[in-house]
T-cell receptor, first 113, second 116 residues
Framework: DGGITQSPKYLFRKEGQNVTLSCEQN?????MYWYRQDPGQGLRLIYY???????QKGDIAEGYSVSREKKESFPLTVTSAQKNPTAFYLCASSILVGYNEQFFGPGTRLTVL | AQKVTQAQTEISVVEKEDVTLDCVYE???????LFWYKQPPSGELVFLIRRNSFDEQNEISGRYSWNFQKSTSSFNFTITASQVVDSAVYFCALRPPSSNTGKLIFGQGTTLQVKP
């Protein structure tokens, strides 16, 4: 089945540690995105990528880093510089960066202790 | 400014009732796209509909219908004969073409609880 997978579903880390969230898609989409969701709020864009080896900052990129070495993969690293990393992280993809709808993965809930 | 407002934070209905979720947006663009997503308790956002600003026709899909009113900048979502499985958080989102990031601007979401 085509879709987006994110792993793990739940992640616990100690303060000060970097952590990498996985996102894989087999939809052959060019564009991929990372959003952050906090309780009772909408989603905010962290990073996006239009094509392989290219990515751009979104609204809240500070403390995060990404890579796009393969079309199907767009991992997100939450660094120790992120002041408040505990949140629900959602990865999405779309055919192109444009009007197309974005399809979302199941999300990773990160808790920093 | 680009903004989406979902004024209803939580709605609770009894099964089989009709329910309307409100969405009001702000944009200076003349061309834009509007979306509705459903987020069930599992967390994944499920795409429901995309609407182009030039197409003001209302749309119906089974028990779901959408009323797009450009004059009032609203894109409301109605569920007819609600079911328990409709319980979820619903997000309205705006995608203005002036934003070449492809970013969706989300409202804060409306939590719908359908009781049996």
């Amino acid at each position: 089945d085509g879709g987006i997978t994110q792993s793990p579903k739940y992640l616990f880390r100690k303060e000060g540690q970097n952590v990498t969230l996985s996102c894989e898609q087999n939809l052959n989409h060019d564009a991929m995105y990372w959003y952050r969701q906090d309780p009772g709020q909408g989603l905010r864009l962290i990073y996006y990528s239009q094509i392989v080896n290219d990515f751009q900052k979104g609204d809240i990129a500070e403390g995060y880093s990404v890579s796009r070495e393969k079309k199907e993969s767009f991992p997100l690293t939450v660094t120790s510089a992120q002041k408040n990393p505990t949140a629900f992280y959602l990865c999405a993809s779309s055919i192109l960066v444009g009007y197309n709808e974005q399809f979302f993965g199941p999300g990773t809930r990160l808790t920093v202790l | 400014a680009q903004k989406v407002t979902q004024a209803q934070t939580e709605i609770s209905v009894v099964e089989k009732e009709d329910v309307t979720l409100d969405c009001v947006y702000e944009t200076r663009d003349t061309t834009y796209y509007l979306f509705w997503y459903k987020q069930p308790p599992s967390g994944e956002l499920v795409f429901l509909i995309r609407r182009n600003s030039f197409d003001e026709q209302n749309e119906i899909s089974g028990r779901y219908s959408w009323n797009f009113q450009k004059s009032t900048s609203s894109f409301n979502f109605t569920i007819t004969a609600s079911q328990v499985v409709d319980s979820a958080v619903y997000f309205c989102a705006l995608r203005p073409p002036s934003s070449n990031t492809g970013k969706l601007i989300f409202g804060q979401g409306t939590t719908l609880q359908v009781k049996p």
